[in-house]
């Protein structure tokens, strides 16, 4: 999960990634609470993931997903979108 400022992404990536952006604009318009949103986009992710690669290579996305909230990734990605910082962060 690397944030990549350039914004540079193979087509199918940048794809899926509108589809999913107008999926939760969508949840959101029907008043579906973003936690809920974002459990069930895990799970989807989860559950595709468990579809096309062994359990190993799905540990090594999530500790790389892991890495990058760590490392302060989120806290760019905020940041580059206009957000606010996230209350701990306060």
Do not use: C, W
């Not at 990634?17 to 989807?44: H, T």
């Not at 890495?67 to 910082?85: F, K, T, W």
Request: glycine share 10%.
């Amino acid at each position: 999960m690397q944030f990549d400022p350039q914004g540079v992404a193979p087509e199918d990536l940048s794809h899926a990634g509108s589809v999913v952006d107008k999926a939760i604009e969508y949840m959101i318009e029907q008043g579906i609470a973003p936690i809920s949103i974002a459990s069930a986009l895990l799970g989807g992710a989860l559950g595709m993931l468990s579809r096309t690669m062994d359990d190993r290579a799905v540990a090594g996305v999530l500790r790389s997903a892991l890495a990058s909230v760590e490392s302060g990734e989120l806290e760019e990605m905020r940041r580059a979108a206009g957000a606010p910082p996230h209350a701990a962060n306060l």
